[in-house]
């Protein structure tokens, strides 16, 4: 049967302001998540007339059980996005493998997830913002301890360069063992909620800012794209 879905409007309104729940009954929270997260990134009024497309097809069937649409969404949307960025073949195999019916083990899941989401999160680091603050602090710090302003500026350049690609190494390591391991996890139960409790939507913007190329970040296709793995994951 089709999922309880409040009126479009109030539908609408708990996407703008954020809120925590669905308003209505049999919305996966995963599925929230990232419906949240992806109409706070298109623009007007894309974002809106996405959210009614999304209404219309929550209210016309039950959302896919488990995480089939997941599975067709990472492997025909994101993944391919991400072609430039890492190596997404083995991934690609075990998600469509998993949308298939046949999900692989948790340390398949963890030996193909663990490179990509270590490209991933490197990829994502805001490395224009790091540098710059460990620049400004590091000159500070130089000129008030002496030096003069030419010195303090190479130190600065110096610090800067070698704390942000530290720090966008420990970063991109942190994550990809802790979201290797929660999302193995969930792939290999199929479970749902465990795959909510990763943040996917926190993974949804890491993806946004690795595919970026120096420009705006174009969420479109993986809004259209998480419909139409809605639409194919049903049974």
Not at 14 to 25: F, S, V
Not at 152 to 174: I, M, S, W
């Amino acid at each position: 049967m089709p999922t309880t879905t409040a009126a479009p409007a109030a539908f609408l309104a708990a996407l703008r302001t954020g809120a925590a729940e669905p308003p209505g009954a049999g919305v996966p929270a995963w599925l929230w998540r990232l419906a949240g997260a992806l109409h706070g990134e298109l623009p007007v009024p894309a974002a809106d007339a996405w959210a009614a497309r999304l209404h219309g097809l929550l209210g016309s069937a039950t959302p896919p059980a488990g995480l089939r649409a997941v599975h067709v969404w990472q492997a025909e949307t994101v993944l391919p996005l991400l072609v430039g960025t890492a190596d997404t073949a083995a991934p690609t195999a075990l998600h469509r493998a998993a949308a298939r019916g046949t999900p692989a083990d948790r340390a398949a899941w963890r030996s193909a997830l663990g490179p990509l989401l270590l490209r991933l999160h490197d990829a994502a680091y805001d490395r224009a913002s790091a540098y710059a603050e460990g620049l400004a602090g590091a000159r500070d710090h130089a000129l008030a301890n002496g030096y003069p302003a030419d010195e303090a500026d190479a130190y600065g350049h110096t610090y800067a360069r070698l704390a942000t690609e530290a720090n966008a190494r420990a970063c991109a390591e942190a994550h990809a063992r802790a979201l290797g391991a929660a999302l193995a996890a969930a792939y290999t139960a199929d479970d749902a909620r465990g795959y909510a409790d990763t943040f996917p939507e926190a993974q949804l913007r890491a993806v946004l800012r690795a595919t970026a190329a120096g420009g705006a970040p174009r969420p479109q296709p993986l809004a259209d794209g998480l419909l139409a793995a809605l639409t194919a994951a049903r049974p």
